[in-house]
């Protein structure tokens, strides 16, 4: 549910002082002085109004697990991973994925593509929170018979529970990865996304180990297995995409798969960073930025993830013109929004009204030559003080409806999980 009409007054856009006019949801009128009623006027102060960011991979589910898995390689990581798991219940689920929207709200995330168990729990936790998301089912199956029937059983009977979530809230299929899932789902899961018009979520190609070992074995790379299984395509969100061929680069692009760099989950696990932005964008793929969970990646903050990314890929590539701003920003906004099938992402008239407002009367925005370039190289995320999604406000003056009673749920929460894996 929107708020019906919300006029924002007085913030920059591109520089230039507007007015803008919120409808049902939607950006209905961008200009100087306004003479528009509205339900709800929101004082915009003289901030700067930008769209707000797109997570296009993470598990949200997972936030509870910040800082319990460190210093470990992937496999190691995963083996901790999945021990942890055994202990999940629903309030779990919900408290962790209501922590995990707050600090995207307050981090200036106002939408996220989700891969975790338990998604009726994190749909209500998302519409509790007011956030949007595209939250999919999770094939896992490890091989086990018994598994990938009930997952498919699963699947079927959530995307019919998904049917009365809010708008807001949109069902999706995740393939975990091609080493955790058997062909025979693989295959189940795109002709069940094509069927229902829906998008599929996997990882590909996120460490080296994984790339050699599926060669070893089917002696082609995974991206090239999954083309040919028909896994690759403007509906599927790929997340890591770090270890490709130049073949893997042309499938990605010439199929239109949304790619997502997560640098810093990248970075934490040691799991490469040569991310192959210009050619995957230059190849025809959607590239997009996620933050992966704070499980591996400890925070769901963009901004400082946009950051990492533009500094190593300048970094690796001894280019500084590498990854220029503009395109950064693409990445964390109306790329994320494209590969997601909304009309969000841009402050124009007609678009989904996410939107954030940066306060710039701070010494992180003085001289103001380049906004974008002190957003993402000078502050912090502090400096985002409103967070408005579906024209609603979510977060004003850097706060945000109940987070007191989040926090302390989620910390009640973290400490019932831990006396539970103790006690394994
Ligand atoms: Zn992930």
Redesign the pocket.
Known sequence: MNMGTLLIRNVVRDGVPCDIYIKEGVISSIGRGLDLEADTVLDGGGKTVMPAFVNM???SGMTLFRGICEDMPLSRWLDAVWKAETVLDDEFIYWATRLACLEMIKTGTVSFND?YWRIDKAAKAVEDSGMRAHLTYCFLDGGDNDRQRRQREECTAMYEVSRVWSPRVQFGVSVHAHYTVCDDNMLWAADFVRKHSLLLHT?IS?TRSENESHTARYGVSPTRRLADMGLLGRDVVA??TLWLSEEDVRLLGESGTTVVH?IN?NLKLASGYRFLYNELRDAGANVTMGT??CG?SNNLDMREALKTAALMQKAWREDPAALPVDELLAMGTRNGAKGLGLNSGVVEEGALADLILVDTDSAFFIPEHNFKANLIYAANSSCIDTLICDGRVLMSGGKVDGEKEVLARAREEAGRFIRKINSI
């Open positions: 991979h993470t598990h891969m990882h996120e997340a890591h997560n989950s992966d969970g591996s």
